[in-house]
């Protein structure tokens, strides 16, 4: 038998080996599992870092609050009071440009002048006011329910038209260019269009809030309190006050039309008149 032959016979019982497919699916879906788990336990600490550092963010801002308050705690309120007022202002400006589909745009000078006066007024106010009510000496048999109701009955009678009629004659002072007895005069008609329906809303909300102003707030804390609240109501007063603005200077033009053609129409009459007697 040749070599060829002998060669070709022995390949002939050598046994053919073929790897089933399903351990190839099943090694592939390993692969695959295998691949998922990491990118979803990767994912998993990517969240719980990012949830970590939020988590850290929030005990760091109160240590720092906490420690400004304790160094310079009228500075403090005071910057509080500035910043809320001018976020609430913006805000206002926002939604009236787009309720009215004005092509108007925000404007920060107004904001920044009405932040001064939270942070020359209102914050400081606030300070010394919360602190007066904190101290008044009451009996020491007196309920903790009567001390609260006291505080807030005196809040509401006392600083609330004050610091609400402040803040309409401050808005319609500013809210135009005109002359400064003019802007007096728009002032004053804020205040008086306003004033009234704004205190009836206030008693239908700032009651219920000073009931945790004076029971679970801490003291130095009140004012910051005061003004996460104020954000929405500095919003509504803010509105309030550029609805009235608006129907003003309508008003004013109207009357300022009909005003020129009265005085035209007596022009009329008079030259009408003189020229009767001299015919």
Known sequence: MSTGTQSSSILTFIPTFSIPSSFTN???????????????????RSLHSSASIHMNILPNLYSLYSTSLATFPLITKSCTSGSIIFLSS????????????STSKLNFKQALNQSLLGFLLFGPI???????????????HTSTFFRTISKITLDQLLLSPILNAILFFHSGYFQNNASHQHRITSGLNSVESNLKSSLIASYKLWPFVHLLTFTI?????????????SLGWFIFLSLMNSN????????????RNNQLFTESFEFNEQQNSNFIQKV
Do not use: M
């Not at 695959?32 to 998993?44: D, E, G, W």
């Not at 606030?126 to 020491?140: A, Q, Y």
């Not at 707030?217 to 609240?229: S, T």
């Open 26 to 44: 099943f090694k592939s879906n390993q692969t695959t599992t295998n691949f998922n788990r990491l990118c979803a336990s990767k994912r998993v």
């Open 244 to 255: 009235h603005g608006q129907l003003y200077n309508k008003y004013e033009t109207e009357f």
């Open 90 to 101: 913006l805000i206002s400006q926002q939604l009236t440009i787009s309720s009215t589909h």
């Open 126 to 140: 606030g300070h010394f006011w919360f602190n007066f009510l904190e101290h008044i000496p009451f009996n020491s």
């Open 217 to 229: 707030i801490p003291l130095d804390f009140r004012v910051l309190y005061i003004n996460a609240v």
